[in-house]
């Protein structure tokens, strides 16, 4: 029995020292195919959730570059690109935007804010993405022109701290849609025209037990849009795990990843 005990407690000193020190750097490229003729060819980045702290530069330069490396044609940011609800537990917004300003994709980067952006102070994050380059989508919509088919792209409030209004972030839009919010829950609502929607905020659980699953979404919906790739009511939804954290400096059975989008024929 006291060997048992000490195994156990090794065991626990162990994994933890890996869900603080070692899966939130192990940053993972993961793809998904969706299916859309008039697009094939055309690939998206999603980067969710960086929650970047003020002692994580080099973190976000190696994010940064990873996602450079994918040669992605759009970049779509989720929100959440502070940490905390404090202004020194997050690394200045004006440099996480100079950063981020080093992504390139060809057809343009793009962003909605999350409810650390917005706790924060949502119009100071705005304005410094916008001048990095990086379009914010509040209840609105932009046209991508690209070779393959022109492109509608919306993007919604957050749903914790402000007002999704999914009939502003539509208006005048035309087939193909692809809607952009930090928060999944939205996806029960959104309307046929939309037939991809893309959100982060769940960050996958961040802490997934074996055989058990997450044990925390921050969704109304439990794990029903946890992660991954859900098809409902002829709707896809892609959540993506993000990048950092939030709450506890941890992730387990749940790494970091940039979340690519492949259109296939």
């Known amino acids: 029995m006291k060997h048992l005990l000490w195994t156990i407690f090794i065991l626990g000193i162990l994994s933890f020292i890996w869900a603080v020190f070692v899966e939130p750097y192990r940053l993972k490229i993961k793809t998904y195919q969706v299916k859309k003729p008039s697009l094939s060819g055309l690939k998206i980045a999603l980067v969710s959730d960086l929650h970047i702290n003020p002692r994580q530069q080099k973190w976000l330069e190696e994010v940064v570059s990873k996602v450079n490396e994918q040669k992605p044609d759009i970049i779509l940011l989720g929100g959440d690109f502070v940490k905390g609800h404090k202004l020194e537990s997050s690394m200045d917004i004006n440099k996480i935007a100079k950063n981020l300003g080093n992504l390139k994709a060809k057809y343009g980067i793009y962003a909605v804010l999350g409810n650390h952006d917005w706790w924060y102070g949502g ?143």
């Open 123 to 265: 119009q100071n994050v705005a304005q410094a993405l916008e001048q990095n380059g990086i379009k914010v989508l509040n209840n609105q919509n932009i046209l991508i022109p690209n070779p393959y088919q022109d492109l509608y792209l919306a993007g919604v409030e957050d749903a914790t701290t402000r007002a999704p209004n999914l009939f502003e972030a539509l208006n005048n839009t035309q087939e193909p849609v692809i809607l952009l919010s930090h928060n999944p829950d939205i996806f029960p609502k959104v309307p046929e025209q939309v037939f991809l929607t893309l959100a982060g905020h769940t960050h996958g659980g961040q802490i997934n037990i074996p055989f058990y699953g997450p044990i925390l979404t921050s969704s109304k919906f439990g794990r029903r849009y946890a992660y991954g790739k859900i098809e409902e009511n002829n709707h896809t939804l892609i959540v993506s795990r993000g990048i950092g954290t939030s709450i506890l400096p941890m992730r387990f059975f749940c790494p970091p990843e940039i979340t690519l989008i492949e259109f296939i024929k």
